[in-house]
C-alpha cells in the first residue's frame, strides 16, 4: 500500500536512531568525564557501593593524618623527656657529691643552688613543652586556688591537715570561712597565755558565737580595737575583703556567750538547721576535779571551743586579740571550694587518635595516656641538698624520678611504632580499596572509544537509510502522471 501520510520505513529508522543516539551519548559523557557512573541511572546499585567506599577512603586519609600529627605529638613529648632525663641524671651527680661527707656547709649550698636551678629547667619544660595545643607532660592534676570570700580563704587553707596545730596573730580580721556542707567540726584555740577569742559570724553580720563588744559584758578584746557598739562594727568589719555580704550591719541578737565559766560542755544555739555548742571565754577557769574544767581555782586555761553538727550557710570565723595563738580543726566532712582561675592551668590530657571510621561500623580508637613529668608528679617538689641527709634522700628521689621519666620515653617510642604500623597498614588498605572503586566507577576507555565508533558508524548509516525512506512517497507521484 502507498500512502503519503504514514512511512512506516522512516519511523522505523528514527526509532533505531533515537536508541542510537542515547548510546552516543553516554559513550561522550564517559569519556569525557573518564566515569563509568555518572548518575544513579548508569548503575543505581554501583552508585551506592562507590558512594560507601568513598566514604572509606575520605575518613581513612583523614586518619591517616591524625596518626601523622599523634607521631608529630609522641616525638615532641619524648624528646622533651630526653632532655629532661640528662636533667636528672646531672642532678643525680650533684646528690652523690653533697652527700660526701667532706664537703663543707657553702659547698653544699652551691650545689643545691645548682640543683634548684635543675628542678627549675625541668618545670619550664613540663610547662613549656605545646603542640597541637595539648601539654603532655604538665601535671594532670593541678592545684586550683581556692574561692575566696573577698580576701578571706575558705578553712582548709589554714587548716590543710585534720588536727593539726597551727600557729597565728590575731587581730579584728576573719581568719578563714566555713564553706557550707561542712559536717561535725570543732575549732579549738590556745591563747598561750593571752586574751584571744573566738568568733563566728554570718555573712550578713550576725554575731552567733563569742565575746560581746558592748555594754557591762564587752570584752577587752573588742575595747583594745576600739569597737565599742555596733555601728563601729559594722564600719570596721562588715565589708566584702574581709567576706561579708553587700549592705551586712552587726547583729548581736543571737550571740552566744557562753556560761559565767568556761564549760566543756557548754551551751547551744540553734541557728538555720544548726547547731553550735561554745566553750565560753577562754580567760575563764579550769577544775581537774569537775569534768576536767570550771570553778576558777587552777588558773586560766586560755582554750575556746566551738562544735558544729553541720554548716549549711558559710560562716566567717575570726580570733579577736592582740597576740598569737595556736589553733587546730577536726571535721567529718569539710568541703575545699575552688576558684576556676582567669588562665586555665596547664594540664596533660589522654590523647584520643581514631585508627577507623569505616561507613556503618563503629568508630575505634587508641588511647595516648597523658605522661605529666613536673616535680610533683616525680616527686621532687620541696627537695633539697643542703644538707648531707637531704642530698641522700633526693638520690632515692632522682632513681624513682629517673625510672617515671624512661618508662614514659619507653610508652611514646611504643606508640609511634604502633601508629607507624597501623599506617602502613591503612595504606595498603586505600591502595586496594581505590583499585576496587575505580573498576566500578571510571569508565573503560578501550571499551568506550569502541561504543563511540560504533554509535557514530551507526549514525552514519541511519542518516543513509532514513534518506531512503524519505524518498519512498515520491513514488506516488509516478502513479500521478
Not at 91 to 118: F, H, P
Amino acid at each position: 500500500m502507498l500512502a503519503i501520510n504514514n512511512n512506516e520505513i522512516a519511523g522505523l529508522s528514527l526509532k533505531y536512531r533515537k536508541s542510537n543516539e542515547s548510546m552516543l551519548s553516554q559513550a561522550v559523557e564517559r569519556l569525557s568525564s573518564g566515569l563509568r557512573i555518572n548518575g544513579a541511572k548508569d548503575d543505581a546499585a554501583g552508585q551506592a557501593i562507590v558512594n560507601r567506599m568513598q566514604s572509606n577512603l575520605n575518613a581513612d586519609s583523614v586518619i591517616s593524618r591524625g596518626m601523622d600529627d599523634a607521631i608529630s605529638l609522641a616525638q615532641t613529648a619524648e624528646s622533651a623527656l630526653g632532655e629532661i632525663g640528662d636533667m636528672l641524671i646531672r642532678a643525680k651527680s650533684l646528690a652523690v657529691q653533697a652527700a660526701t661527707g667532706t664537703l663543707s656547709e657553702s659547698d653544699r649550698i652551691s650545689i643545691n643552688n645548682e640543683y634548684q636551678q635543675i628542678l627549675a629547667g625541668i618545670t619550664q619544660i613540663t610547662e613549656g613543652t605545646e603542640i597541637f595545643g595539648q601539654y603532655p607532660l604538665a601535671t594532670d592534676n593541678p592545684v586550683l586556688p581556692p574561692q575566696l570570700l573577698g580576701d578571706v580563704g575558705p578553712l582548709n587553707t589554714k587548716f590543710p591537715i585534720m588536727g593539726n596545730t597551727y600557729s597565728f596573730t590575731s587581730g579584728i580580721v576573719p581568719l578563714a570561712y566555713i564553706p557550707a556542707g561542712s559536717t561535725n567540726l570543732t575549732i579549738r584555740i590556745n591563747s598561750l597565755g593571752l586574751d584571744d577569742d573566738l568568733q563566728l559570724f554570718t555573712r550578713d553580720g550576725k554575731h552567733l558565737v563569742g565575746t560581746p563588744l558592748e555594754g557591762a559584758d564587752a570584752d577587752f578584746t573588742w575595747v583594745s580595737h576600739g569597737i565599742t557598739d555596733g555601728t563601729l562594727a559594722t564600719g570596721a568589719l562588715m565589708n566584702s575583703a574581709n567576706g561579708f555580704a553587700s549592705g551586712a550591719t552587726y547583729d548581736d541578737s543571737l550571740l552566744l556567750e557562753g556560761g559565767p565559766v568556761w564549760d566543756n560542755t557548754g551551751p547551744t544555739l540553734a541557728y538555720n538547721g544548726m547547731n553550735i555548742t561554745y566553750s565560753g571565754d577562754g580567760d575563764r577557769y579550769e577544775d581537774s576535779t569537775n569534768g576536767g574544767y570550771n570553778d576558777g581555782t587552777n588558773g586560766p586555761i586560755m582554750s575556746e571551743r566551738i562544735t558544729l553538727d553541720q554548716v549549711t550557710e558559710d560562716l566567717l570565723v575570726m580570733v579577736v586579740g592582740n597576740g598569737s595563738f595556736t589553733s587546730a580543726v577536726t571535721w567529718g566532712n569539710l568541703p575545699a571550694p575552688t576558684a576556676t582561675p582567669a588562665v586555665p592551668p596547664k594540664q596533660s590530657h589522654p590523647v584520643e587518635l581514631v585508627t577507623s571510621a569505616n561507613f556503618g561500623e563503629e568508630m575505634q580508637t587508641m588511647t595516648i595516656a597523658p605522661t605529666p613529668a613536673d616535680l610533683k608528679t616525680l616527686k621532687l617538689e620541696n627537695t633539697s641538698m643542703s644538707t648531707q641527709s637531704g642530698a641522700s634522700q633526693c638520690m632515692g628521689a632522682l632513681d624513682a624520678a629517673l625510672e617515671k621519666v624512661s618508662g614514659y620515653r619507653s610508652q611514646y617510642g611504643a606508640t609511634i611504632n604502633s601508629v607507624e604500623s597501623h599506617k602502613a597498614v591503612l595504606s595498603q588498605q586505600n591502595i586496594a580499596l581505590q583499585a576496587s572503586r575505580s573498576r566500578i566507577q571510571d569508565a573503560d576507555y578501550a571499551a568506550e572509544a569502541s561504543r563511540l565508533a560504533r554509535a557514530q558508524i551507526l549514525e552514519q548509516g541511519q542518516s543513509a537509510a532514513l534518506k531512503i525512506a524519505n524518498q519512498a512517497p515520491q513514488r506516488v507521484l509516478d502513479l500521478l502522471k
